[in-house]
Nanobody
Framework: QVQLVESGGGSVQAGASLRLSCVVS????????YGWFRQGPGKEREVVAF????????AYANSVKGRFTISRDSGGNVIYLQMNSLKPEDTAVYYC????????????????WGQGTQVTVSS
């Protein structure tokens, strides 16, 4: 049974930083790519960042490029999302997911999901 558990969310002021963590268990961690998604109030779930199975390739949504960094713990089983210069529009529930196949931007390309962690940014 694959489990992904996110943590690190919270309520912060605009301009602050947060680091989200996603602990993965149940499958060979190094064999899969991972994505971070978010879903704001009344919005569809959208990809924020993606990292390949080796960690050698990353991709970001235009809205977070230059502010967010995705990384993975090569010696362990954790995916991170470092979020700097947070804006009110970053407010959302953030999810990590294990990539299966297809377009990394599509939710259907991911097989397993975490339960999400809330990030709230006030102005």
């Amino acid at each position: 049974q694959v489990q992904l558990v996110e943590s690190g969310g919270g309520s912060v002021q605009a301009g602050a930083s947060l680091r989200l963590s996603c602990v993965v268990s149940g499958r060979p961690f190094s064999s899969f790519g991972y994505g971070w998604f978010r879903q704001g109030p009344g919005k569809e779930r959208e990809v924020v960042a993606f990292i390949s199975s080796t960690g050698g390739s990353t991709a970001y949504a235009n809205s977070v490029k230059g502010r967010f960094t995705i990384s993975r713990d090569s010696g362990g089983n954790v995916i991170y999302l470092q979020m700097n210069s947070l804006k009110p529009e970053d407010t959302a529930v953030y999810y990590c997911a294990q990539y299966h196949s297809g377009d990394y931007r599509a939710t259907s390309s991911y097989r397993y999901w975490g339960q999400g962690t809330q990030v709230t940014v006030s102005s």
